[in-house]
């Protein structure tokens, strides 16, 4: 199983950006997708998941700003990321769970699988 990030860079506070993350090796209906961050100095941190019928939870710091979304024939997982905050930047994850989820998912540890990590900076 492979999951490729892509979709980071450097903006401008205000700015929006959309981050996609592409799985293969094994069908993933069924799975939650999710999206987590880690900035420096800091724990990974929930970012939002969803479920493969759509369900979906965003940690608070980011509701109203981004939105996750899936195409389940791409197995791609995105996240727009609208009026961004220095506080926003961090080396983002994307991450899949294993079969037999109907929730979305919090927890890193319930993921089983990792991309490798897209970079976002937030210049203020």
């Known amino acids: 199983v492979q999951l490729q990030a892509s979709g980071g860079g450097l903006v401008q506070a205000g700015d929006s950006l959309r981050l996609s993350c592409a799985a293969s090796g094994r069908t993933f209906s069924g799975t939650v997708m999710g999206w987590f961050r880690q900035a420096p100095g800091k724990e990974r941190e929930f970012v939002a998941s969803i479920t493969s019928s759509g369900s979906i939870n965003y940690a608070h710091s980011v509701e109203g700003r981004f939105t996750i979304s899936r195409d389940n024939a791409k197995n791609t997982v995105y996240l727009q990321m609208n009026m961004l905050k220095p506080e926003d930047t961090a080396v983002y994850y994307c991450?899949?769970?294993?079969?037999?989820?109907?929730?979305?998912?919090?927890?890193?540890?319930?993921?089983?699988?990792w991309g490798q990590g897209t970079l976002v900076t937030v210049s203020s």
């Open positions: 991450a899949v769970s294993g079969y037999g989820y109907n929730r979305p998912i919090r927890s890193p540890t319930l993921y089983d699988y």
